[in-house]
């Protein structure tokens, strides 16, 4: 187990929905990460936050959002959602605001757009 | 922006047998280097990293190398067993810049 929690497990909704994907990062972890994997992109960076402020973004659509809350929980915002929204979406942690700190990855949150 | 490829993307081996599984990386100031295992169903899961000033890293079954002069380093596994059957996904970053990811290969332990 790595610590790293999210919610729900799966999530099945309509295309023009508009969805909220919950992460509760390790306890002490203060960075957060937000990646995208589909079959045929492999794991993408979406964006990641340190202690409550926006640190970097990678190829995250302006339809995605994402905050990183007092308590260090995190959530990803989909809105408008499109059937190639339809992915699993990870939700890492990080000690460290540095990318070479070790990375720990929940289990995932499964989208279903339909 | 960095480019990580592994080859092959599948591999099967015979229980008992080793694995190796290399990675190539564009960018050579990186300088960091971790593995990830991600078993079905589950998030991926680091088992081991490197960093650039270290030419070897061993933990039980598992070792990485690096060798920074071709840009490329490599997962050993030896005395594979069926639990060792996932997806492994290589990465690597540099100071200030994430982490890119392999597109993962998927190994297959016979029993």
């Known amino acids: 187990d790595s610590g790293v929690t999210q919610t729900p497990k799966h999530l099945i909704t309509a295309t023009g929905q508009r969805v909220t994907l919950r992460c509760s990062p390790r306890s002490g972890d203060l960075s957060v990460y937000w990646y995208q994997q589909s079959l045929d992109q492999g794991l993408q960076f979406l964006i990641q936050?340190?202690?409550?402020?926006?640190?970097a973004k990678g190829n995250i659509l302006e339809r995605f959002s994402a905050q990183q809350f007092p308590d260090l929980h995190s959530e990803l915002n989909l809105s408008s959602l499109e059937l190639g929204d339809s992915a699993l979406y990870f939700c890492?942690?990080?000690?460290?605001?540095?990318?070479?700190?070790?990375?720990?990855f929940g289990n995932g949150t499964r989208l279903t757009v339909t | 922006g960095e480019n990580v490829e592994q080859h092959p993307s599948t591999l099967s081996v015979q229980e008992g047998d080793s694995a190796v599984i290399k990675c190539t990386y564009s960018?050579?100031?990186?300088?960091?280097f971790p593995w990830y295992k991600q078993e079905l169903g589950k998030g991926p899961q680091l088992i081991i990293d490197?960093?650039?000033?270290?030419g070897e890293k061993k933990d039980q079954r598992i070792a990485v190398t690096l060798n920074k002069t071709a840009k490329h380093f490599s997962l050993h596994i030896t005395e594979t067993q069926p639990e060792d059957s996932a997806v492994y996904f290589c990465?690597?970053?540099?100071?200030?810049?994430?982490?890119?990811f392999g597109k993962g290969i998927t190994l297959s332990v016979r029993p």
């Open positions: 490197i960093r650039s000033n270290v």
């Open positions: 936050y340190y202690n409550g402020e926006e640190r």
């Open positions: 890492a942690s990080s000690v460290q605001v540095s990318y070479n700190s070790p990375l720990h």
């Open positions: 990465a690597a970053s540099k100071t200030n810049s994430k982490l890119t």
């Open positions: 960018d050579s100031a990186s300088n960091y």
